[in-house]
């Protein structure tokens, strides 16, 4: 099974930049397409952005212009560089792939916005 591995959490002041990554243990990386989600205390797991293999992406209404996802396939890597950071952007990020049909998340990174 793919192994998912986020990094770059922490705390940051409103309208500060984070910069998180994630490391896959997966031997098809660059075939998967890969995407952040968040989740906020009370709230439901959304999707933040996603990249395909063909360096597609999408993001939610909320985030664009101020995050941008990109992807590495020779270190396997999926990062999402976040600026502009609003206090409503504190949550748990995790890192999604799906592999032979399986979903893969890590096991997340908090971000805390707050001044």
């Known amino acids: 099974q793919v192994q998912l591995v986020e990094s770059g959490g922490g705390l940051v002041q409103p309208g500060g930049s984070l910069r998180l990554s994630c490391v896959s243990s997966?031997?098809?990386?660059?075939?998967?397409?890969m995407a952040w989600y968040r989740q906020s205390p009370g709230k439901q797991r959304e999707l933040v952005a996603t990249i395909s293999s063909g360096y597609n992406t999408l993001y939610v209404d909320s985030v664009k212009g101020r995050f941008t996802i990109t992807r590495d396939n020779a270190k396997k890597s999926v990062d999402l560089q976040m600026n502009s950071l609003k206090t409503e952007d504190t949550a748990v990020y995790y890192c999604?792939?799906?592999?032979?049909?399986?979903?893969?998340w890590g096991k997340g990174t908090l971000v805390t916005v707050s001044s």
């Open positions: 999604h792939t799906s592999s032979h049909g399986i979903d893969c």
């Open positions: 997966g031997t098809s990386f660059s075939v998967n397409a």
